[in-house]
Every structure is written in C-alpha cells, then in structure tokens.
C-alpha cells in the first residue's frame, strides 16, 4: 500500500469504492467552483465547439490526456491501466478532476492479461514484457514479407488467419499449418481432424481464455468517458466513425513495417499501391454516417500521420502513396458528416499545402513538432489547429518557462479563434505535475 | 571511376547500380574503384539529404543498395575491406539508452559514419548504463552517439554519461545525442557535448570532434 497522500487510490479497489471515488470527487468540483457538472460541462463544451467551427469563445480551450501520466501522478506504476484498471480509472478521473481541463481526450487502453495469453510479439507492455515503469513501444517488423503481397492482395482473410496472425501472436503460431482457406466451402468438414491435434486444443484454450479476460477487463473499466462526463469533463470525440487514417500508415505499421514500406516503395511500387487501395476500399465500405441526432460537430477519421511527416517521405513520394487514398478516405468521412480529426505526428510543415485542399472548416489539425506559428499563417483561416506544448518542455522547463510557451501560443494561435491548446503527445508521463498545472491554468490565465 | 555506377547509386536506381557493379565483375575490372564510387555517391546523397531534396527513404535504400553491392565484391576483395575502404577516422560507439528500443535513428546515423569513414560500434537498443561503459573502455572511442525517442530516455541518457564519468572516461571522449524531442535543453539535462537534428549532423560533429582530437594528440 502506497502513504496515503492527496493523491493515493490505492485503496479504490471495487466498483463500489470508485463510485465513492467519483462522488466525492464532483463534491470536491462543486465545492471549488461553486457550479453543476452539468452546468460546466455545457460551459466547457461550448467553448469547445466554438473552437472546432473556427468561432472564437470565451477564452481558448485546453485539453488534456495521458494515461500513464495519470497512474504516475497518482503514485501507479504504469502497468496499471494494463492490470488494475479500477484503480487505474480512479488514477485518471483523480488526474483530470484536479487539472479541470475543458476537454478530455484519452488514448485507448488494452489488457495486460490478453497480451500474455496471446504471446503479442508486435507490441512490449508494461507490467508484461516490460518492467512496470517503462511506457509501452511497438516492434516495428515485417508481419507481411514482401513475397507475400500476392496473397493479400488475393486473399486478405487467408492472409491474415495463416501468416499474420501465428506472427503476431506465439499462441496462435499452429495457425501457419493450416491449409490454405480459401474455397473451403464444400471441404470444410475435411479440416475437423486438424482441429483435434493438441497444439490447436490449445489454441482454442488461449483464445477461450483471452476472450474470458478481455470481457473482465471491459467489465471492470466500464466507461470512464462517461463518468468523465459525470464530472462535467466532454471528451474529445464520442464513439468511432467515418472512414480511419492513412492506408500508407496501417501499411508501415501493421504489416511491412518502416524498412519494409521502404523498399517497396522503390522495388515494387505498383503492388504497395495496389495494397494502399485495397486498404482504402474497405475503410470506404466500412465506413458508417454521422448521427444527424446528434448536435454540435462530430469527430470522426482522420487518423495520424506516422510515416508521412516531413522527415519521413519526400513531396513525391506523399502524392504517390501516401495522400491519395487517405485524402478519399477524408472526404468520405466529411460526406458522411464527420469533422475529420488528424493528428500530424513529427514536423508536417511540408504537409500544409494538402491539408487546403480539404474543406475549410471540415477538419480539425493537431500538430506536435510542427511550429505552431507557422501553421496558424499558413492554415489558421482554413480550419482549427490543436496543439503543441513540447512534453519535453513540461519535464525538464520550470514553470515559468512552461507559463511563457503557454502565453505566447495562447496569445499568438489564439487570435480569432479557431485554436485548441494542448500537450505535443499524451506520452507525457515524464512532465511535472506543477507544469501540466501550469500550462492547463495558462488557458484561464491568458487571452489572445 | 564510373560517373555511371555513381549516378545510379546516388539516384537510388538499384537495378541499374548493380548491373554495373556485375559488368565490372565479371571483367575483372577495378573492384577498389567500385567502393571509392560507392563514397562517392554517398557523398552525394548525404549532401541532398541536408539540402532537404532527399529524405529518410533515399539515404535507407542507398544503404540497402550498398549493402548488395557489398556482398558482391567484399568476397572478392579479402576480409580487410570496410564498407567503402580506406582507413578509418576515429571510432564511434553508438547505441539507444535504456528503456527504449527505437532504432530507426540510430540505425541512419550508424550507416552515414560508416560510409564517412568511421568505425561504429552499434551497441543496439535498450542498452544498459554498464554496456557503454564497458564498450568505451575496449573499444576506446573518440566519440559516443546516444540515441533516444521516448521522454524516459532523456533520464537513461543523462545517467549513461554519469556512468561514463564515473568510470573516469568522459574526459577522453565527445558525447552527442540525438532523437526525435531532443533539444539544446535536453542536451544540458544529459551533460553531452552536443545534439543533432539528423544523421549528417551526426557525421559533422564526429568529424569535428576527430579532427581536433587529431591535432591534439598529434
């Protein structure tokens, strides 16, 4: 058990002592400023619209995010949100009760116990393949090597079943024996037998287990978003929608990985784009429409740009593979009602030019290392900018120096609207607490 | 010299580059001359990689090139040759710190110092305080690159240089970082001599940093 301090959880361990922990921290909220959550989170989201539909409101929103940061503030290793997500949600509802920032966005959180029992291999977590304390990193690798651009392009499902997923997952390795499956129609019964051998018992155990595990965890992290709202905090974006991120990307990183992607480029261009298009064509059919119900601007697609920064492909090689089918995958999400919401990791500088072909006001831009000077010039007329206090900064600035960044942005991004003021990342689990206070506090502080 | 070969590998046309260096093969042609043309081209590409005409694709395919070209002519030149012959600048050990297994950096900055020249000694990713120690100490480096991506890296960084103090060998060497957030404050968090943007900054401080211990020593 941790000392008890202002900020210990350790003692949420129920359900039940986490609806205690959320009561008493709306007591605290009410108590401070005198307001309803409802109440605030009308004010807060307001401000927040405004911000999205380029309006200029009250004073500019800031938002805040970070689950490891959370469990860190609170004392949790970072293997909680993998393994103890009671006390984890406490953590993070504690967290963003006590910076009051207008808007949550929260990164997705996934189950230490499902990644042991599957053996994930593309991916090293906390509390598992990691010391509790190290924040989780993805093996960039060849899950599709560059002979087999053929099946997956010829057939996806075999592909993924036979050869990316026994790569993926030690415990679903028995899977590369398999026959091939496709038109297995009228054989099916003949591959029962193979279902009897041992290793495919116990492939069947693991995913019987892993399900098991997952529907725990689900259960017991319920809906933070939601409780997040109980407190009067709106989140970023409600629920999923329109037509997902750069094809290139889930390309890099999901199956050919950085070197991989590479070579492709250069070796076999016309199959990486034909694998870009596939990708595209279903992000298209999958995509599903806005909910006209709903009021105030939806996010949804977009997605992140990792291997399409500045740094990482050349002007030439953007307009070939990366932004012809993500600009379709946009445009199809904003037809369908959506503000598509990017992230553009890295410096996207060389970028601008593309995000004005889409929409003005259709889309929503967070930047991290780009110069936030820069692209309020060159697109702060065209659509509403988030960003981008360096986590570098909140760990190793003091607070004035964090205060003075905060103002500038503030001041200078926040002319007419339109702008959005937050950390580069959520991976800001290294940043003082008393500079993620500062720099929320500067949106109070300071007007443009 | 082949302006030909040089051409081709400097605008990453693989194809091309390797029918060349078989022509000159199987000739019996200046095997010597294939590894000077190699740096030459690699000059060249460094230069329009700092020019920003290319980026990270082109300086990882010239090195998937060079590597193919290697294996045609490294079995018929002895073992003796490095990458592209000649005698080396200085040595460089070169790693990402602890906690962090991000190697895309540092794999580009190990590849420009071999093909400017240096000996480099990649420890790899997730490397212990003791690892570098114990690598300065055999391999005794002029320069040690430490390579991070993560926030926690800075604290590995900043701890792997006190490490390297405390076994008394800062003195005798230059220390750079770099990696995707790193800065002029984080550089002064670390106690390193310098930080880079990119690879070819890498190469230029080591350059820097061999010349003078150069002119010292000498």
New interface residues.
Partial sequence: MATSTATDVSGVTTEESYREHLRRLGDESARRTGKSPHQLYQERQKRFWDAIEMKEPDRVPVILGGNDFASKYCGLPLSSSYYDPIRWKAAYTKMIADFEPDVVQSSATSSGAVLDILEAKNTLWPGGTLPPDVMHQAIDGEYLKEDEYDLFLEDTADFTIRRYLPRVYGALAPLAKLPSLGDRAAGFLALLGTFASPEFQKVAQSLKRAAEEQTKYRQAMGNVGADLTSLGFPPMSEGGGGAGGPAFDQMANTYRGWKGIVTDMYRRPEKLIAALEKINKGQLARATPADPKRKGPQLGGGGAIHRGSDRFLSKKQWETFYWPTWKKSMLKSIELGYIPSIFAEGFCENRFEYFLELPKGKVVLRFADTDMFKAKEALGDHCCLIGAVPSTLLQLGSPSEVDDYCKKLIQVCGKGGGYILRSDTNAIQDAKPENVKVMVDSARKYHP | MSKELVEAISE?R?DDALRLVEETVEKGGDLEGILKDCQEAMNIVGSRYEKG??????L??SG?VLKKISDIVKPKLGASAGTTGGAKKGIVVLGTVK??????GKDIVGFMLDVNGFDVRDLGVDVPEEKFVEAVKNAKPQVVALSGF???A??SMKSTVQALDKAGLRKNIKIMIGG??I?E??KD?VKADAFGM?AMAAVRLAKQWTVAKAEVTS
């Fill in positions: 990453i693989e005409d290319y980026f990270l694709p082109e990882i395919m998937e906690g962090d297994i991000h190697d895309i993560l926030t926690l800075y604290d995707g957030q800065t404050m984080v968090y990119d």
